[in-house]
């Protein structure tokens, strides 16, 4: 079973800087990647997959990178919406697809 | 609009059964790989189970085989769990979602709202 660690747990910005939250892979997963925001009370919502490609809708200060065993998911211009906790998910090596233990992100 | 939505949830003793249900649509429910993903309360992420397109095949998670059987019908554009032997860390948002190919290995494009299932004596 591939591992997925995110870091850190909990990441504190201000309003308009940057944020970056990482994730590794026990196992390198090519770039089978994808990254999810998940809001109180809701469903999670899928931000990027591949790695680095944004799903429909999403805006384009989310952005993704990495291949093999780390990655990062990049925000470049925080805003109070996105307080949320972001899971990680490889889809390389399955089943199991894993997630990570997540990242919450909190405004300032 | 692409939509999945479940039901079937509730509250159940341990050891007993239940059975969830996920509609789709707006999509080519028939080609597509299907999975259940659970969130216990407070808690991350867990892949559950998926099934094919075609639903010759399906996969669990180690937690739940033997326990969970995962269906569908294509006819009725449904996906079910079947739930038996509940346990109390069983106790979970189920979340019914969609993927990208016919088999699983693609993200998780679309997610249903989530059904509550409670396993408590």
């Known amino acids: 079973e591939i591992v997925m660690t995110q870091s850190p747990a909990t990441l504190s910005v201000s309003p308009g800087e940057r944020a970056t939250l990482s994730c590794r892979a026990s196992?390198?997963?090519?770039?089978?990647l994808a990254w999810y925001q998940q809001k109180p009370g809701q469903a999670p919502r899928l931000l990027i997959d591949?790695?680095?490609t944004r799903a429909t809708g999403i805006p384009d200060r989310f952005s993704g990178s990495g291949s093999g065993t780390d990655f990062t998911l990049t925000i470049s211009s925080l805003q109070s919406e996105d307080s949320a906790i972001y899971y990680c998910?490889?889809?390389?090596?399955?089943?199991?697809?894993?997630f990570g233990g997540g990242t919450k992100v909190e405004i300032k | 609009e692409v939509q999945l939505l479940e039901s079937g949830g509730g509250f159940v003793q341990p050891g007993g059964s239940l059975r969830l249900s996920c509609t789709g649509s707006?999509?080519?429910?028939?080609?597509?790989?299907m999975s259940w993903v659970r969130q216990a309360p407070g808690k991350g992420l867990e892949w559950v189970s998926a099934v094919s397109a075609s639903g010759a095949t399906t996969y669990y998670a180690e937690s739940v085989r033997g326990r969970f059987t995962i269906s569908r019908d294509n006819s009725q554009i449904t996906l079910y769990l079947q739930m038996n032997s509940l346990r109390g860390d069983d106790t979970a948002v189920y979340y019914c979602v969609k993927g990208g190919g016919s088999f699983p290995g693609h993200a998780f494009d679309i997610w249903g709202q989530g059904s509550m299932v409670t396993v408590s004596s």
């Open positions: 196992q390198t997963i090519s770039r089978n």
């Open positions: 707006g999509f080519s429910f028939s080609s597509l790989a």
């Open positions: 998910q490889q889809y390389n090596s399955w089943p199991p697809i894993t």
């Open positions: 591949d790695a680095s």
